[in-house]
């Protein structure tokens, strides 16, 4: 048994278990991280956060001291990132005393990432590259999901965040059936992918729901705004330069903000993310032998 101490947080209703392992001895087993993240027998979350030295991680060869997010998907599986979640564990360092500042690099496995907790208490991240498709990724690929009743295929935009998603556009999000999950052709995205839908508004507002890998539809998916804002910029035929532009995404939890810009024409395009980031409740539970 394992008797663990968590805060419990939401980024857009995008919510999560948080607990520090300074030590780096509470590695939690896939079956664990589902107990902790079912909602009628555990805590309930869409994922698991714990606050780790970047040391105890074999794969980060950063800054050995940095706070490192290793971040759990409900079902036990290991993600690189998640934008909501990078959000939150910057609120837990910063109110549970780990960190000083206001500003700090986390460490994650699509590689370090800078945040700010701004003066509206709102938290900015710096989410990195955002690459559609360059050679490594396909122009696009089929997407079926249930719409108005039946399967309907679109054809998604692959986008990389430092994680996999795929990004379909319509006209009507809010017919989607995203109680099943999304399918694609076998051999696309072997990993399993974040499918978003998206409606546009205008060029500096859009809509989404998405179905996280892993977890199932969410209310709000930090990487999937990114993913989401680029794809509909490019879509858009939007100019990105050095000046941020920058794009409101609404989810079904509430509303961030994606800032996209790049240093010349032939520089990546790089994301900041803007959100809120809430720590709702303390708590301590025991984690029986589930072996």
């Known amino acids: 048994m394992r008797d663990i101490t968590f805060v419990k947080g939401h980024g857009t209703r995008n919510d999560f278990v948080v607990f520090t392992d300074q030590a780096g001895l509470l590695d939690l087993a896939p079956v664990e991280v589902r107990y902790l993240c079912d909602r009628r027998g555990g805590v309930g979350a869409d994922g698991l956060l714990r606050a780790v030295r970047g040391k105890h991680i074999p794969e980060w060869d950063g800054d050995p001291d940095a706070w490192f997010m290793d971040y759990r998907n409900a079902d036990g599986s290991v993600a690189e990132m998640c934008g909501n979640g990078v959000r939150v564990f910057v609120r837990y360092l910063a109110e549970c005393g780990l960190v000083n500042d206001r500003e700090m690099t986390i460490g994650t496995r699509a590689g370090a990432r800078h945040a700010a907790l701004l003066p509206d208490e ?10 559609l498709h360059d050679g490594l990724l396909a122009p696009t690929v089929p997407i079926t999901a249930i719409d108005g009743g ?12 430092g994680n996999p998603h795929a990004v379909s556009f319509t006209d009507d999000i809010g017919a989607l059936d995203l109680t099943r999950q999304p ?3 076998t051999g696309e995205f072997p990993l399993g992918v974040n499918a978003e839908f998206v409606r546009i508004h205008d060029e500096g507002h859009v809509a989404m729901r998405v179905y996280e890998r892993g977890v199932g539809e969410t209310e709000s998916c930090g990487t999937g705004t990114v993913a989401v804002a680029a794809a509909s910029a490019a879509r858009l035929g939007l100019r990105i330069g050095a000046e941020e532009r920058r794009i409101r995404v609404e989810v079904p939890g509430g509303v961030v903000v994606v800032g996209l810009s790049r240093a010349t024409a032939d520089a ?4 900041t993310l803007t959100g809120p980031a809430e720590l709702v409740y303390r708590g301590s539970i025991v984690i029986p032998d589930l072996g």
């Open 150 to 161: 039946g399967p309907r295929t679109w054809e998604a935009q692959p986008v990389d965040v």
């Open 183 to 185: 399918v694609w052709p």
């Open 268 to 271: 990546p395009v790089v994301a």
């Open 122 to 131: 709102r938290v900015r991240v710096e989410m990195g590259p955002v690459r």
